[in-house]
């Protein structure tokens, strides 16, 4: 059942910061809905996760937002990131955070193999530098994490941990 918090989201809300979990859960909410997924519920929790569950051919993602960190004298946070050793590190526990979240959700979601976790960021250039540091890991254990990465003007890019999971998303996109 599809929550009315969702069924009434028609536009972006462009007065939220763009790499807010705000508006990184609007842009994947709308993402989802224009590719057929049907939201199943959006989940605020004690320990500060956010999460949206979605379901598409019988398959459901558990997918955990994570924002990304900014003081309040900039507006670029790629710019903020590099100049900012405590932006940098924290960008390092969000992710981690969000990582650790996923694996929490699976566990308390998973009812048969039909669940898929992933996490949606901000297209930021230091969640870019994690990804890309991590990825080595979840290609050689041949394991599946699919990753929103959502821009500046709310559109949304899918990539996975996994490197051999990325090639078949960009060869499905070339078709």
Request: hydrophobic share 40%; no cysteine; glycine share 4%.
């Amino acid at each position: 059942m599809e929550s009315n918090w969702f069924s009434d989201i028609v536009a972006i809300d462009k007065t939220a910061d763009w790499y807010s979990e705000y508006f990184i859960r609007q842009s994947i909410v709308k993402f989802l809905k224009s590719n057929g997924y049907k939201i199943q519920k959006e989940l605020s929790v004690a320990r500060g996760n956010k999460l949206i569950v979605a379901t598409r051919y019988f398959k459901k993602e558990l997918i955990e937002i994570k924002g990304f960190p900014v003081s309040h004298y900039t507006n670029d946070i790629n710019k903020a990131a590099t100049k900012n050793d405590n932006l940098t590190q924290q960008a390092k526990r969000w992710f981690s955070e969000a990582l650790f979240n996923s694996l929490i959700n699976f566990a308390s979601y998973y009812s048969d193999g039909n669940v898929m976790v992933a996490i949606g960021l901000p297209n930021a250039e230091r969640y870019k530098i994690i990804i890309n540091r991590v990825q080595e890991y979840f290609t050689l254990n041949n394991l599946y994490f699919k990753i929103y990465l959502v821009n500046e003007d709310g559109s949304v890019e899918v990539s996975n941990l996994n490197e051999i999971y990325m090639r078949q998303i960009l060869q499905e996109r070339s078709l």
